[in-house]
């Protein structure tokens, strides 16, 4: 498989990680739409939510639930966006699930 984000989590492609458990690990975004631009990537690879398995609702309910225990941390104590794009309408540029954590400033309303 040649995807950027399973050789990420693998780590043959250096990336600082600013969490990481069992499930995912989350990484700054090299093109930061926001102060604050994190990526949250599931270990298991699977391309977007249509891909997803039953026992990856789980998984990703667990990633949410965790990216809101760590937000504060992460410098998004005033609020934050999370964004998972889906398909080339939506500019998904790596086939692999992963949600848009930004925040640290107010953000536009024209994503909402």
């Known amino acids: 498989m040649d995807c950027i984000f399973c050789k990420i989590v693998k780590g043959e492609i250096p990336s600082p990680r600013v969490y990481e458990d069992d499930d995912f690990i989350v990484i700054r975004d090299i093109a930061p739409q926001a102060k604050y631009h994190y990526l949250a990537i599931p270990k298991k690879h699977f391309a977007d939510v249509t891909e997803m398995a039953d026992e990856d609702v789980l998984l990703v309910g667990r990633i949410f639930k965790k990216i809101g225990e760590i937000a504060d941390s992460l410098g998004l104590s005033g609020g934050f ?21 930004l925040g640290g400033e107010k953000m536009s309303d024209k994503m909402c």
Not at 88 to 101: G, K, T
């Open 81 to 101: 966006r999370l964004v998972s794009n889906k398909g080339a309408d939506a500019m998904q540029s790596v086939p692999h699930l992963h949600i848009h954590i």
